[in-house]
């Protein structure tokens, strides 16, 4: 008679409502804030850029191109957070890891808005912001992994998907509350007024949030890190071996592979468009603004939707369609928008199409992640195919199509771009089991 074998200790076998609903609140809380910063760097992209990257005399295009490179070496120190604080979070636990990060988000973004500027120290002023970027980089890298763990494995059965989407909800709220603070302070501010102080304001807004954010996460209840996995045994009762480390980076790399069409094209669409527009097509900051919130607000509206219809056919579905989506109509979307003649419309239309596709990718992806990793290394397995994923494809969006049009001429550099990760993408999510949404988490 052979003896059971004890399965591991995360995910419990079952979670109270009210710690799956504070579970829910306090991951996506922190990842709001996250999302809300990078959003407000990217929409105000072309003011820090006069602020901190050109010199007087210098070219516009060159500053923009230094702080897009300063934001993405941002993004790659994502991995480097995702393995320190995602390793912590599989050891220590959930709980710790996610206070350490989002303090220091919150600590490091409010300093960006009290930074002194190239016209006050000169030299030293980028290279305090780009200090200051690479511990976000390092937050959000830990963030990711942790939050999306605690959710999922909160999660009550047959709405893992939807739990997890809640993540990339919040990504959607934090790049809409950026781009709404940005529009708010555009049409309040004189534009001398917006590059002198007024830019500092949405950095600051951070210091409160984080506070809350802190709060609730210090209210979560304590958590044991996952014990040691027993081996699992075949139908004789053998024991089969464990997972090597190189399985582990081999499903790394699989989850960027799927993941690859997220990143690039909702950066390219919900984060870069405001630059792309107001420099290559000659947009005003205003309407560059209210296209991207166009473009959000699909992007949230499609999230939820598709997390929940993940869970009744299965992610793979889902999230091919999405990458599909983009792929085929990328570019057909975007020359509806560079036509002057266009109809406003048709333009907020296709951009709100282009958010919806990315949503649905965005919705299952989370719950898409987390059921590839066992419990033991799920916070930093799930965190780094994640951070590795944004800092090459969502990171050097920025710094690819800015300089690659400036070089070219070719105005539609950004459409290429989401068409052909998002086909990438389609291959890497064909392996997916089908029924990979109606397995228990490992």
Not at 106 to 124: D, E, K, N
Request: aromatic share 8%.
């Amino acid at each position: 008679m052979t003896t059971p074998v004890p399965g591991p200790v995360r995910p419990p076998a079952t979670v109270r409502p009210d710690d799956a609903r504070r579970a829910l609140v306090a991951g996506s809380v922190g990842n709001f804030i996250e999302w809300y910063e990078f959003g407000i760097y990217g929409y105000f992209a072309t003011v820090i850029a006069a602020q901190f990257f050109t010199p007087e005399g210098g070219s516009e295009v060159e500053g923009l191109v230094k702080a897009y490179a300063s934001f993405a070496l941002a993004f790659f120190f994502r991995p480097v957070g995702a393995a320190v604080f995602g390793r912590f979070g599989d050891r220590v636990g959930r709980r710790p890891a996610l206070v350490l990060v989002v303090g220091l988000m919150t600590g490091a973004t409010a300093m960006i808005g009290v930074l002194p500027t190239y016209a006050s120290i000169g030299a030293a002023a980028p290279w305090l912001l780009t200090l200051l970027r690479i511990l976000q980089g390092l937050s959000a890298g830990g963030e990711f992994g942790g939050a999306v763990s605690v959710m999922t494995e909160s999660a009550p059965p047959g709405r893992r998907g939807l739990y997890g989407a809640w993540q990339s909800f919040t990504v959607a709220l934090g790049l809409l509350a950026g781009a709404a603070v940005a529009v708010v302070l555009a049409s309040v501010l004189t534009t001398s007024q917006l590059h002198g102080w007024g830019w500092r304001v949405p950095f600051l807004l951070t210091l409160p949030l984080g506070l809350v954010a802190l709060r609730l996460r210090l209210r979560l209840p304590p958590d044991e890190p996952p014990a040691p996995a027993p081996p699992t045994r075949g139908p004789e009762g053998r024991p089969r071996p464990r997972p090597r480390r190189g399985e582990t980076v081999r499903a790394v790399l699989l989850g960027v592979g799927r993941m690859m069409g997220w990143s690039a094209a909702g950066y390219t669409f919900l984060v870069v468009l405001p630059s792309y527009l107001q420099n290559t097509l000659g947009t005003t900051f205003q309407r560059a603004l209210l296209g991207t919130v166009l473009a959000n607000l699909g992007f949230a509206a499609s999230i939820l939707p598709a997390g929940r219809l993940s869970d009744r056919i299965g992610r793979r579905t889902v999230m091919v369609a999405g990458a599909l989506l983009v792929a085929v109509l990328a570019l057909p979307l975007l020359h509806l928008v560079q036509d002057p003649d266009g109809p406003a419309y048709a333009k907020g239309a296709a951009l709100f199409a282009a958010g919806a596709g990315v949503g649905l990718m965005a919705g299952p992806g989370p719950a898409m992640l987390a059921e590839m990793f066992p419990a033991r290394v799920r916070c930093t397995g799930l965190g780094l195919a994640y951070a590795l994923s944004n800092a090459v494809f969502s990171g050097c969006a920025g710094l690819i199509i800015t300089e690659v049009v400036a070089r070219t001429g070719n105005v539609d550099v950004p459409g290429y771009y989401a068409a052909a990760t998002c086909a990438v993408s389609v291959a890497a999510l064909l392996t997916l089991r089908g029924d990979d949404h109606q397995r228990a988490l490992r």
